[in-house]
């Protein structure tokens, strides 16, 4: 965990949080639908998921890399810059995530083979796959589960 921060996100931070979000998309995941725009993006970083979720940003030289935005229950995103892939980033984020749970749910693209294999390293258990009709982007997902420590 070298060369980036971890800190609590707070609203000033949602315009940059939104733009690495569409910029990891469009990156990483070409073969999503554009089905926001940049407003609607921020739109909802502002509105939803920093109303129901926990967010962590991590930073480098003063620029965010990476951040996490969590629930009871859920990780609901994750999302690192290409730049900075294995580099301990998701890692670190997803290690703030862990330590408040008992049990850590998610959804990610089937396709999204780089992911997948992410979470199954850090302890994630396939426990579905599904068609995408319950996501807007209509791509096949799979559900994974994390159980921690069970002697809390």
Known sequence: MTGFTLRRADLADMPAIARLHRHVRETCLPYLPALHTPAEDLA???GHVFA???IWLAE???????????RP?????LYVDPARHGRGVGQALLSVAKE???E?????FQRNVQA???YERQGFAL???ADGSANEEREPDAHYRWMGDRSR
């Not at 965010?64 to 969590?70: E, I, L, N, R, V």
């Not at 229950?73 to 995103?77: A, K, N, P, V, Y």
Request: glycine content about 8%.
């Open 127 to 129: 426990v579905a796959l």
């Open 104 to 108: 850590l749910n998610l959804w990610t």
């Open 116 to 118: 997948r294999r992410f």
């Open 73 to 77: 229950g859920w990780l609901d995103h």
């Open 60 to 70: 480098a030289e003063g620029r965010p890399t990476g951040f996490a935005a969590f």
């Open 52 to 54: 129901s979720c926990t």
């Open 44 to 46: 909802f970083f502002q």
């Open 100 to 102: 408040a749970q008992s």
